[in-house]
């Protein structure tokens, strides 16, 4: 039977139950395929796609029409995911009404389910305008790459007792703007499992450790497929680097050497084409 798609209120009785949710960032069609296949719950159309498919330094770069076109085709190959799209830097922090109407593209024009948006405090007032507007928000704090900057690098947050403070304050204003979920990123697990048991809303962990209602991984990082670096908090589950890498030179030996194509490759003349060629050619 084809999966139903999960809901808002599928994800709090998740975190009632003690059932962990299981997100990932997918920026294309075919890993949108693998990953409702694979039975994920929710995908993340990151603004890491900036990074992990264009290949630029930072997340700041990325347009709403680059997360535009990735969350449509994700989408496509996840008809019966979760789908988030993320709010790429500038579309939010200008003003409330430019955050509304960015994030309203997101669900016209991708059809997404919720958008994610990075800062606490600071970006309240964009969390409840999008909320009245209507629209499923998923907050982000912590270690929030965007203004990465502002924070010395991308470094773990809420590390001292005022610093965790300063945390949770962020997930409190987060919570009561209006967001559903909060995601977040880079900090100790007693502050996030803290955060967890404070909030009736289900909070996800990146390098937040276990003590929460779920966790995200870039799939980039899951798979080996990112090179640049390797954060502590990343698990991976195979190496597509590698394989890839070692499959592309295996065909370049083959045609090299005249092993491929093979026989099973060709499309032969049907039957009796190949004498009439001939005669034809012969003229
Ligand atoms: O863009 C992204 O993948 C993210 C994660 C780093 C949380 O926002």
Known sequence: MAQQKLTIQDFYRMKAEGQKITWIT????????????????MILVGDSLGMCVYGYESTVPVTMGQCILHSEAVRRGAPRTFVVGDMPFLSYQTSTPEAVYNAGRFLKEARVDAVKLEGGVRVAAQIRAIVEAGILVIGHIGLTPQSSGLLGGHKAQGRT?????????DARAVAEAGAQMLLVEAVPPEVTGFIARDLSLPVLSIG???????????????????????PKFVRRYCNVAEMVTKALGDYCADVRAGRFPAEEHCYRMLPGEQEKFQALMKK
């Open 208 to 230: 937040a450790g276990p003590d929460c209602d779920g966790q995200l991984l870039i799939v980039s990082d899951l798979i080996g497929q990112f090179q640049a670096f390797r």
């Open 161 to 169: 007792a005022e610093a965790a403070r300063v945390v949770v304050e």
């Open 26 to 41: 997918s920026y294309d069609f075919p890993t949108a395929q693998f990953a409702e296949a694979a039975g994920l719950d």
